[in-house]
C-alpha cells in the first residue's frame, strides 16, 4: 500500500466533525464554563423551566427559591402568588378622557405597586398632553410634559398603556413563547423565559412593552426631610398626618412624589419606628394648603407618629418594594427581559381594582368583567361612545376610551 493509501485509510477511520457540530461543541462548552463560574442564584435563574411546564411540585419549589431569594435581596418577606385566571371573567378597562387631569398618579401608583425600575425609570403608563382641537394625533402628543399645575389649559390628556389587545401581535412575534394571553384576557410574560429580543417591543403599535437595560433598582427606604404638623387619632391604630416640605428638598415634596399609595407600605421615622401606610385618599389632599406644601395623609401605627418644630427624616415610601407579588405579574424582574401592563394581577385576581383604578382622584378609570352584564365597565360600552386606539390595526383591545361629560 503507498502512502497516500494509507492516509486516505487513516483519514476515513476518523470520525466524522461537522462544522456545526463543532460550533455547537464550542458554544455549549463556552455556556458550561461561564455557568460553572457563576453564583447559585444565576444558575437557578438559568435553569428555571417554563412557567406553563412546571408540575405543582417543581413550581411549589420554584416559588420557595424565589421567596427566599427576594427576602434576602430587599431585607423583607415576600409573597409571589400564583393565582390562575377566575371563571367567567373576562377583564376590561375604560378610561374617561374628559375627567383625566393628567396628574400622573396613575402613572407613579403603578410604579409602585408593581415594582417598577426606579433608576434608570421604567413606565407602564405614558400619559400624553396635546392641544384641544386637534383630535387625538400622536404626531402632537407631548409626554415629556412639566406643568406647576395640571390640567394646563387649553390642554387634554391620554394615558396610554398596554392595550391587552385580542388579537396581539406581540404574542405572536415572540421566538420563545415567554408571552401568551390568559383566559381572563391578561398578556402576560414569562420572566424566566424571555430571552430580550425585543420582538414584541417593535410589534406593539402601543408602545406598551418596556426592556430593563439595567439592572432594575428598587430602593427599601430612602429618606425624605418632612416636618410634622400634627397627627390625629382617625380610628383604633390610624392617624391623620399632616407634613410640610423641607426647604432643603422642595422638589421632592412635589405631587405626586407625595402622593400616597395605593396598598400598605413600609413608613419609618427617624427613630427607625416602622409604620404602614395605607391607601391615601388623594380627595383628602387639602387643596388649599397645596400652595403651602403641606400634605394630608394616613398612617397605621401603634403610636402616633411625634410631631417636630424642625425637620426630620422620614420614610419616602414611593421608594419602597411591594412583597405582595404575582409570578406573572409584579415580582421583581432582571435586567435583559421585557414587561409590560398586566392589570395588576396580585391584585385583579383577589378582586380588587388596579392601582391606577383606585389612586385616579377624578373617577375617570373604569376596570371591570366584560362578562358581567351589570359591570360598571358594561355600562360603559352600552351608554356611552367609546372608541379605541388605532382600530385599524385590528388588534381588538380590551381598553376602551370614551367622553363621560
Same mark, same amino acid.
Given at each position: 500500500m503507498t502512502d497516500t493509501k494509507k492516509s486516505r485509510h487513516y483519514e476515513s477511520s476518523l470520525p466524522m466533525v461537522s462544522r456545526r457540530n463543532f460550533v455547537k461543541s464550542g458554544v455549549l462548552g463556552g455556556v458550561a464554563a461561564y455557568l460553572a463560574a457563576c453564583d447559585t442564584n444565576t444558575q437557578e435563574e438559568f435553569f428555571a423551566k417554563r412557567f406553563t411546564e412546571l408540575t405543582p411540585e417543581a413550581l411549589k419549589e420554584r416559588i420557595a427559591w424565589l421567596e427566599k431569594h427576594y427576602e434576602k435581596t430587599y431585607g423583607e418577606a415576600f409573597k409571589v402568588g400564583t393565582e390562575g385566571p377566575i371563571p367567567d371573567v373576562l377583564f376590561g378597562y375604560a378610561l374617561d378622557l374628559s375627567r383625566c387631569v393628567g396628574c400622573r398618579r396613575c402613572a407613579y401608583a403603578c410604579v409602585s405597586e408593581n415594582n417598577l425600575s426606579r433608576d434608570p425609570q421604567v413606565?407602564?403608563? +405614558?400619559?400624553?398632553?396635546?392641544?384641544?382641537?386637534?383630535?387625538?394625533?400622536?404626531?402632537?402628543?407631548?409626554?415629556?410634559?412639566?406643568?406647576?399645575?395640571?390640567?394646563?389649559?387649553?390642554?387634554?390628556?391620554?394615558p396610554?398603556?398596554?392595550?391587552?389587545?385580542?388579537?396581539?401581535?406581540?404574542? +405572536?412575534?415572540?421566538?420563545?413563547?415567554?408571552?401568551?394571553?390568559?383566559?381572563?384576557?391578561?398578556?402576560?410574560?414569562?420572566?424566566d423565559w424571555c430571552i430580550g429580543c425585543r420582538y414584541c417591543m417593535a410589534s406593539c403599535p402601543y408602545g406598551a412593552r418596556k426592556f430593563n437595560?439595567?439592572?432594575?433598582?428598587?430602593?427599601?427606604?430612602?429618606s425624605l426631610a418632612v416636618k410634622v404638623l400634627s397627627a390625629k387619632p382617625k380610628g383604633e391604630g390610624r392617624f391623620e398626618v399632616i407634613v410640610e416640605e423641607a426647604l432643603d428638598a422642595p422638589e421632592r415634596l412635589q405631587p405626586p412624589h407625595i402622593m400616597p399609595t395605593v396598598v400598605k407600605r413600609p413608613f419609618l421615622d427617624a427613630k427607625g419606628n416602622r409604620f404602614m401606610t395605607e391607601t391615601l385618599p388623594v380627595a383628602d389632599t387639602n387643596p388649599a394648603a397645596r400652595s403651602t406644601t403641606r400634605y394630608r395623609f394616613e398612617v397605621v401605627a401603634k403610636e402616633a407618629p411625634a410631631t417636630s418644630s424642625k425637620d426630620d427624616e422620614y420614610g419616602y415610601f414611593l421608594d419602597a418594594v411591594n412583597p405582595d407579588t404575582h409570578y406573572l405579574g409584579n415580582r421583581p424582574r432582571k435586567k435583559g427581559v421585557v414587561e409590560k401592563c398586566h392589570f395588576c394581577l396580585q391584585r385583579t385576581r383577589n378582586g380588587e381594582y388596579p392601582a391606577c383604578a383606585e389612586i385616579?382622584?377624578?373617577?375617570? +378609570?373604569?376596570?371591570?368583567?366584560?362578562?358581567?352584564?351589570?359591570?360598571?365597565?358594561?355600562?360603559?360600552?352600552?351608554?356611552?361612545?367609546?372608541?379605541?386606539?388605532?382600530?385599524?390595526?385590528?388588534?381588538?383591545?380590551?381598553?376602551?376610551?370614551?367622553f363621560g361629560v
Open positions: 413606565h407602564y403608563i +405614558r400619559v400624553l398632553e396635546q392641544p384641544k382641537g386637534t383630535g387625538l394625533d400622536l404626531h402632537l402628543a407631548n409626554p415629556y410634559y412639566e406643568r406647576d399645575h395640571v390640567p394646563e389649559e387649553g390642554h387634554v390628556y391620554l396610554v398603556a398596554c392595550q391587552q389587545c385580542e388579537n396581539s401581535p406581540c404574542e +405572536r412575534v415572540c421566538p420563545v413563547g415567554a408571552t401568551w394571553k390568559e383566559p381572563d384576557g391578561v398578556i402576560v410574560v414569562d420572566y437595560w439595567g439592572a432594575p433598582k428598587m430602593t427599601t427606604g430612602d385616579c382622584p377624578v373617577g375617570s +378609570r373604569k376596570f371591570g368583567n366584560l362578562l358581567d352584564p351589570d359591570s360598571e365597565i358594561r355600562y360603559v360600552l352600552a351608554n356611552k361612545r367609546v372608541f379605541v386606539l388605532k382600530e385599524e390595526l385590528n388588534t381588538r383591545p380590551k381598553f376602551f376610551y370614551f
